[in-house]
């Protein structure tokens, strides 16, 4: 059975008033639940295999060391994947089929490059579709891929089958992006490692209002750093502090997620971590797991038009709502983690649950369209 609950978030800013606000984390706890533990049991995912004497090994086979960086995603779920109880070498039983290639990778490979990723996709696509038959029976639409980069974009240029029929597991994941399609694509949290537990809260003060520090690489930072640079309870910083990042998340009510080259950053995962109370200011972000996360119930959304009112806005949330929708970040915030041995209900295991949400459709499809050829 397919369940989908979507939310719309692009449209117009949200901030909690006392009669709307859905105080509940998930759309639908039970079922989720009860979904995941059928996941758990019968989701299975065949991998294109690649030996370690590829000579792309290092593009095709996980990392062997422990990802880091802003784009450690898309590695973290590749590692802890391959050693999971999905994979299935048997692709007569997968719901899915894995295509490996890391984009994070090809990147940094001089073989490769930005510029040489189409290229090195669309040979790749050519090759699997004429060695095996699974690609062409369904025009990849029960294949997926992961990318945390932008430039996973780019690199289907020449590989548009990828990108209309496959799904798309990537974090730069915007409703305003030509080819990315929510129904049918997965997004991926952008979340910084970080392996030790996350902070015990009790003792922290949040005195200042909210927070924000970034390079101003886009309109959208320019605005807020032109109408909050100097106020004294909206600290927007651009450039280095002069104190620990993780000072202003841990001593701030909110923190802003603003939109920069693209509708992703970490600071979302950020926020969740340290205990502030996320502010996404980022059009047409298609947020992660919004069909299975009440995003309502412990962040705020403010449309990009809307940054001159921001305070406006937050302070027209009491001090009760505002406990509520903490309470409701410190309930979320495992699922924004990633662990290389994975533990229930993490970044992993989301992924892979919106992934087993999308192997409905694509195996109802292919069921329809077998029978209609009898």
């Not at 590749?78 to 999971?84: C, D, E, G, L, Q």
């Not at 490769?112 to 990849?140: A, L, V």
């Not at 992703?264 to 980022?282: E, K, Q």
Request: aromatic share 14%; with cysteine.
């Amino acid at each position: 059975m397919f369940r989908w609950k979507l939310m719309n978030l692009e449209t117009s800013g949200f901030y909690a008033s006392g009669n709307s606000m859905n105080k509940e984390v998930f759309h639908d706890r039970d079922i989720f639940l009860e979904d995941y533990k059928q996941m758990n049991r019968s989701f299975r995912v065949y991998v294109y295999p690649h030996r370690r004497n590829d000579p792309f090994a290092n593009v095709l086979l996980p990392v062997d060391f422990e990802p880091r960086g802003n784009y450690a995603s898309e590695s973290y779920f590749k590692k802890v994947f391959m050693k999971s109880h999905f994979v299935t070498k048997d692709p007569s039983k997968a719901d899915l089929f894995f295509l490996p290639f890391s984009i994070a990778r090809m990147r940094h490979d001089r073989r490769i490059g930005t510029e040489g990723i189409p290229d090195f996709i669309s040979h790749y696509i050519f090759n699997i579709s004429q060695k095996y038959p699974y690609w062409n029976r369904t025009g990849g639409a029960d294949h997926f891929y992961v990318a945390c980069h932008s430039i996973g974009r780019s690199a289907m240029e020449k590989a548009w089958e990828v990108k209309l029929n496959a799904i798309q597991v990537v974090c730069s994941s915007s409703y305003f992006i030509s080819g990315h399609i929510a129904h049918k694509d997965v997004s991926l949290p952008q979340i910084w490692p970080r392996q030790e537990d996350p902070p015990k809260l009790g003792s922290s003060k949040r005195n200042k209002l909210a927070f924000f520090a970034g390079a101003v690489n886009s309109p959208v930072r320019e605005k807020l750093l032109q109408v909050w640079r100097n106020d004294s309870e909206i600290y927007a910083h651009s450039g280095r502090l002069k104190t620990p990042y993780a000072d202003g998340l841990l001593g701030s009510k909110f923190c802003l997620h603003v939109k920069g080259f693209e509708v992703n950053t970490a600071r979302i995962a950020d926020s969740l971590y340290y205990g502030c109370v996320p502010v996404i200011i980022a059009n047409h972000y298609d947020l992660p797991f919004a069909d299975i996360l009440n995003w309502k119930s412990f962040s705020i959304v403010v449309a990009t038009l809307d940054i001159p009112l921001l305070k406006k806005i937050l302070k027209g949330i009491s001090s009760e709502e505002y406990l509520l929708l903490q309470n409701n970040v410190l309930k979320v915030r495992k699922h924004f983690q990633w662990h290389v041995f994975p533990s229930d209900y993490d970044a992993f295991y989301m992924v892979m649950y919106d992934l087993w949400l999308r192997r409905s459709s694509v195996r109802v499809q292919w069921s329809t369209s077998l029978d209609s050829n009898w």
